[in-house]
Each structure stands twice: as structure tokens, then as C-alpha cells.
């Protein structure tokens, strides 16, 4: 008899940390009884297998206004979440992100569930406000195992998280994503250099469309796939540099993989990252990348000149020149290439798969 397990996120719309979440449902789900938890209901961003039973908590987001609110909001939530897991008879729960940690931490204590909490940020550049400090630090020492991205984040939290606690398992490459994986042929892809993530001010691509205006290149595009609170001002921004009809602002999709095969170059240009899901698929994808190096994740990822090139934070100089370097030298868009797609493969969602069921093994 398969053994019930909750995994529990905020919601389902576009995100790196809810296309994780989904895609572990998805593979779960073969071998264990997957109820995916989601705190409120929005557009669902992405495709959960039939097997994946799907409950909300509420019918909507109903933002707090005031700390009374929050509260009420929150035991809401908790009373909730205890019913649910109680009703299914939940073996384990796997939560993201801090909030959802704390609400699903306290609900395992109360029913005497083992909990895997996963941190999906960089705990050194999002801070919190001093009641949510608190909160997580009780959550992430308290639970039975905290699963952080990559090693940087691992060291910040084993100051104060026992260090056998602590387990790192990278963001995983979509299996079906993959099988669209077309041959990279420089000759035959467009002039497009192309980013993709949320448009906000961390993910910096205000430096990318200012690099490519002083790039001065007439032949080549720039893609933007993603959406966000910057899309209008960036918008604004193409036009004043006079660059408007060389900038397409495509929004959120569901058939990333077109761009990734239609596209030269990828750029990435973030000031700080949990783990950069766009990166892993773009380089998977085979294509020449130019990342920041930030923490945390692309350092980890690329290996500096030999399957991308890593960056300065914000340095819009290093940016032109590699981005001039691979968009004249088909050579080495080749050999990245090539060394991109072989140095992904242990980001499979097989691979991936491997560890999350080493730490759910040790809870059942």
C-alpha cells in the first residue's frame, strides 16, 4: 500500500519554487500517494498529473491588512491544514517556502507527522521582518529535515540548523521540457540573445536591455519571456534608448522550449537567486550562456569559460563583452554548448528525483 504524502506550497501560479513543487508531485506520484496542498487558489500555472489529488485551503488570496488580520489569517490556515492532513491520513509532509514551512511545521507537531521544510530563497539577500526571523529559525531547527538549494545556502543555515539536518538537492530539468530539446545549430538559429524570469528589480534585466541598446547591433533581438511589476517601465526604458523594435516583451508561457531552440544566446542577469531554474533549463537546452555570477546557484552551474561565462553582479561592461565575444564567435557558442547540455545531465529529473526519495525514506 503506498504511503500518503502532502506537499504543501502557497500557490500554483508562475514561479520557480511552484514548478518544482509540481514537478515533484509529478514524479512522486508513481510510487507513493501525492496530495498537493496549495494555501490559495489562482490560475494553475502548470500541468499536474491526474494522479496528483489537488485541495485548496482557500478560494482566493485575501491580502492582511494589519498584524490582527495576519493573525486570524494564519490560524485560519493552520486549522486548516491540521484537518486536511488529518482527514488524509498524511505520513510525511514536504513543505515550500517560509511562510507555508512554519504553518506546516506546527500542523506536524500537533498530529505527530514527520516534515521535510525546503527554503527556496537566498536567506542572506530576502530578509524578513524580526517576527518571521524568529519563526523560521524555530521552523528550520525544529523540523526533521531542512533541504536548501545549493551549498552557499546550506552554509548560512547550519549556524544555527544541525548540519546532518541539512540537505542540499538542486532544482530538477523537466523530463517532458527536455524531450522538445532541439540540436543547437548556430547557423540556423535567429540573432536572438534571450532571458527569461520575472520582471523585477533582483532579476536586473534593466542592465540586460541597457547592454544590448549600447551593443549597437542592428541585425539582433532581444527576447524577454517572463512577467512582472517592471514590465511597463522596461517597456518604457526599450523606447528611450530607442530600441523598442528590437525588444520583444513575450510575458509568461507555457512553451518556453520554443524560445530556448529559437534563440543564439541566453543572458541572466540576476542580482541574487535561490536556485536560477531559467539558467538549468536554458543551459540544458544547449545554449551559450552569460550569467551573473550571484549567489546562489550559477556558480554552480557554470564552470567559467568552459559551458558558459559568469559575470560581475551588475557590471553592464562584462556583460557587452561577452555578450559581443559569443555573438561573434560560433566556436565558442559550440563548445559551451556542447558542454552545457553534458554538464546538465545531473539535474535530471531522474537524478533529482534519487535525493528527495533518500530523505523520504529516512522519514517513513
Known amino acids: 500500500m503506498k504511503k500518503n504524502i502532502a506537499l504543501i506550497i502557497p500557490s500554483l501560479a508562475a514561479g520557480g519554487a511552484e514548478k518544482v513543487i509540481v514537478l515533484l508531485a509529478n514524479t512522486l506520484c508513481v510510487n507513493y500517494q501525492i496530495i498537493l496542498i496549495v494555501l490559495y487558489k489562482t490560475e494553475t500555472f502548470y500541468i499536474i498529473e491526474k494522479e496528483v489529488e489537488v485541495i485548496y485551503i482557500k478560494s482566493k488570496y485575501t491580502p492582511s491588512m494589519g498584524m490582527f488580520q495576519a493573525l486570524s489569517s494564519n490560524v485560519s490556515y493552520l486549522v486548516n491544514i491540521i484537518r486536511v492532513l488529518k482527514t488524509n491520513s498524511i505520513d510525511l509532509v514536504i513543505s515550500f517556502t517560509t511562510v507555508t514551512n512554519f504553518l506546516s511545521f506546527i500542523s506536524c507537531k500537533f498530529l505527530s507527522i514527520p516534515i521535510i521544510i525546503s527554503e527556496r530563497k537566498n536567506p542572506l539577500l530576502n530578509k524578513l521582518n524580526i517576527y518571521w526571523q524568529f519563526l523560521e529559525k524555530i521552523t528550520n531547527k525544529y523540523s526533521d529535515i531542512l533541504v536548501v538549494q545549493s551549498e552557499m545556502i546550506r552554509n548560512v543555515y547550519k549556524k544555527f540548523v544541525a548540519k546532518k539536518k541539512i540537505e542540499v538537492i538542486p532544482n530538477p530539468v523537466d523530463i517532458k521540457m527536455k524531450s522538445f530539446l532541439q540540436d543547437y545549430n548556430c547557423s540556423q538559429r535567429e540573432n536572438i540573445i534571450l532571458t527569461v524570469g520575472r520582471l523585477d528589480a533582483n532579476k536586473n534585466q534593466k542592465m540586460l536591455i541597457e547592454a544590448f541598446a549600447n551593443l549597437n547591433v542592428k541585425d539582433w533581438r532581444l ?32 512553451n518556453v522550449w520554443d524560445y530556448y531552440n529559437q534563440a543564439k544566446i541566453f543572458a541572466f542577469t540576476s542580482n541574487s537567486e535561490g536556485f536560477p531554474n531559467a539558467l538549468l533549463e536554458a543551459m540544458s537546452f544547449g545554449l551559450p550562456c552569460v550569467s551573473t555570477d550571484c549567489p546562489s546557484g550559477p556558480s554552480e552551474i557554470i564552470l567559467n569559460n568552459e559551458n558558459g561565462y559568469l559575470i560581475e553582479v551588475g557590471n553592464i561592461k562584462q556583460l557587452e563583452d561577452r555578450l559581443s565575444i559569443l555573438m561573434c564567435n560560433p566556436d565558442i557558442c559550440y563548445k559551451f554548448s556542447e558542454n552545457a547540455i553534458i554538464s546538465t545531465e545531473k539535474f535530471s529529473i531522474a537524478e533529482v528525483k534519487k535525493l528527495w526519495e533518500a530523505q523520504i525514506k529516512k522519514m517513513l
Open 223 to 254: 527576447v524577454i519571456v517572463g512577467d512582472g511589476i517592471l514590465k511597463e517601465e522596461y517597456m518604457i526604458l526599450t523606447k528611450s534608448l530607442g530600441i523598442e523594435h528590437m525588444v520583444d516583451f513575450v510575458g509568461n508561457v507555457q
